[in-house]
Nanobody, 125 residues
Framework: QVQLVESGGGLVQAGGSLRLSCAAS????????MGWFRQAPGKEREFVAR????????DYADSVKGRFIISRDNAKNTMYLQMNGLKPEDTAVYYC??????????????????WGQGTQVTVSS
């Protein structure tokens, strides 16, 4: 099993920045890729960004490309999401997720086996 714990959410004004963290523990060597998803009230969970542990490939949703940066610290088994130029439409609960199978459709949240508890990000206009 893998445990994921997010931190770093909060309230920020539009144009501001936040950095989310996701600490992984347990059988982390089972994870092929890790990613960030978000879910706003009344909406489906949507893909934000992800990277693969071995190849270091990164992918981003078009809505965050150029504003958000996903990164990792291997020594700490921690993943980060640096969010810059935040907009009110970025308001959501952000979840980190782990994928142990490497499914082709990495943007599909159902393909991720492990999930954190979520952290709220609120961007005021």
């Amino acid at each position: 099993q893998v445990q994921l714990v997010e931190s770093g959410g909060g309230l920020v004004q539009a144009g501001g920045s936040l950095r989310l963290s996701c600490a992984a523990s347990g059988r982390t060597f089972d994870i092929y890729a890790m990613g960030w998803f978000r879910q706003a009230p009344g909406k489906e969970r949507e893909f934000v960004a992800r990277f693969t542990w071995s190849g270091g490939t990164t992918d981003y949703a078009d809505s965050v490309k150029g504003r958000f940066i996903i990164s990792r610290d291997n020594a700490k088994n921690t993943m980060y999401l640096q969010m810059n130029g935040l907009k009110p439409e970025d308001t959501a609960v952000y979840y980190c997720a782990g994928d142990q199978n490497g499914y082709y459709d990495y943007a599909e949240w159902r393909n991720y086996e492990y999930w954190g508890q979520g952290t709220q990000v609120t961007v005021s206009s």
